[in-house]
């Protein structure tokens, strides 16, 4: 049973720093792409950040660009997400995401991926 398990969550005020990470177990992902999405209360889950299978490309949203850093360790099976200057706006509930098959950086969508993890609230103070 293929399972991602989010940690790192919790409150911080705004302009702080957070690391988020995400352990597979079940089966290995260093072959395939990994992600983060989010969704903020009232809204739909939005993309993140997505990393290649080796850790040589990574893709984010427009909204996070600059502040946040997604990484991988492949020999722990753990995937991460630096989070700096952190705003009241990056509240919400992260999500974790694996595929099954590709291994680039360019799945922005939740369709793409095909194992998700239970999630870890953010909740940044004002």
């Known amino acids: 049973q293929v399972q991602l398990v989010e940690s790192g969550g919790g409150l911080v005020q705004a302009g702080g720093s957070l690391r988020l990470a995400c352990a597979a177990s079940?089966?290995?992902?260093?072959?395939?792409?990994m992600g983060w999405f989010r969704r903020a209360p009232g809204k739909e889950r939005e993309f993140v950040a997505a990393?290649?299978?080796?850790?040589?490309?990574?893709t984010y949203a427009d909204s996070v660009k600059g502040r946040f850093t997604i990484s991988r360790d492949n020999a722990k099976n753990t995937v991460y997400l630096q989070m700096n200057s952190l705003k009241p706006e990056d509240t919400a509930d992260y999500y974790c995401a694996g595929s099954r098959s590709y291994s680039g950086s360019g799945f922005r969508t939740e369709r793409d991926y095909d194992y998700w993890g239970q999630g870890t609230q953010v909740t940044v103070s004002s």
């Open positions: 079940g089966r290995t992902f260093s072959s395939n792409a």
């Open positions: 990393i290649s299978w080796s850790g040589g490309s990574s």
